[in-house]
């Protein structure tokens, strides 16, 4: 079982850049894809990237990419997620999850296993 909790959220102009953190309890932390997700009031929960268990295969959504970089260190069980020139659009509650399956990297959040209880990140216009 994994235990995820997230930081580093807040509230950020546009244009600028916020890290998201999130810490993994557990020692099979490297078994694990991981993913972020957002979402926004009102809105589904949406795919935003996903890395897989050895950092060397990353996925985005096609409007963070370029924008946004998802990183690990199994050494440290922490999955990062650096946002730069974040655009109001960006505001929503950022999730990590963490995906059993290592084959694949997947962007429904239906298959993820666990999840975290989100960070705020808020960019002003």
């Known amino acids: 079982q994994v235990q995820l909790v997230e930081s580093g959220g807040g509230l950020v102009q546009a244009g600028g850049s916020l890290r998201l953190s999130c810490a993994a309890s557990g020692r099979t932390f490297s078994s694990y894809s991981m993913g972020w997700f957002r979402q926004a009031p009102g809105k589904e929960r949406e795919f935003v990237a996903a890395?897989?268990?050895?950092?060397?295969?990353?996925t985005y959504a096609a409007s963070m990419k370029g924008r946004f970089t998802i990183s690990r260190d199994n050494a440290k069980n922490t999955v990062y997620l650096q946002m730069n020139n974040l655009k109001p659009e960006d505001t929503a509650v950022y999730y990590c999850?963490?995906?059993?399956?290592?084959?694949?990297?997947?962007?429904?959040?239906?298959?993820?296993?666990?999840w975290g209880q989100g960070t705020q990140v808020t960019v002003s216009s």
């Open positions: 999850a963490a995906d059993s399956l290592t084959s694949v990297l997947r962007t429904s959040p239906r298959v993820y296993n666990y």
């Open positions: 890395i897989s268990w050895s950092g060397k295969s990353t």
